[in-house]
């Protein structure tokens, strides 16, 4: 079983950046396949970012392209820059063991994080 641990979230103005870091407790995400998922308040949870097990595949959404970068070792990061307000939501990551796609269909992931919260003021 393996619990995942964000960190980084925090209050950032427009135009600033946030990195978030997904850890796995007690061990690494290397063999892992994870994403970056956010859910505001009153929207549906929208994958942001994805990344293989081995780093060679990514995705990002269109929202966020050319912004926020993912990157992986024995955790997962996600670089968050010019940040909009439109950004701000709870931020969970989430991971398969030795997939090789940057996003599982339909969402399916084996472990989720509880959350970090983002928040960009205007």
């Known amino acids: 079983q393996v619990q995942l641990v964000e960190s980084g979230g925090g209050l950032v103005q427009a135009g600033g950046s946030l990195r978030l870091s997904c850890a796995a407790s007690?061990?690494?995400?290397?063999?892992?396949?994870v994403a970056w998922f956010r859910q505001a308040p009153g929207k549906e949870r929208e994958a942001v970012a994805g990344?293989?097990?081995?780093?060679s595949n990514t995705y990002y959404a269109d929202s966020v392209k050319g912004r926020f970068t993912i990157s992986k070792n024995n955790a997962v990061y996600l670089q968050m820059n010019s940040l909009k307000p439109e950004d701000t939501a709870l931020y969970y990551c989430?991971?398969?063991?030795?997939?090789?796609?940057?996003?599982?269909?339909?969402?399916?992931?084996?472990?989720w994080g509880q959350g970090t919260q983002v928040t960009v003021s205007s």
């Open positions: 990344i293989g097990w081995s780093g």
């Open positions: 989430a991971a398969n063991r030795g997939a090789i796609a940057a996003i599982a269909p339909n969402n399916a992931y084996d472990f």
């Open positions: 007690g061990g690494t995400l290397r063999s892992y396949a």
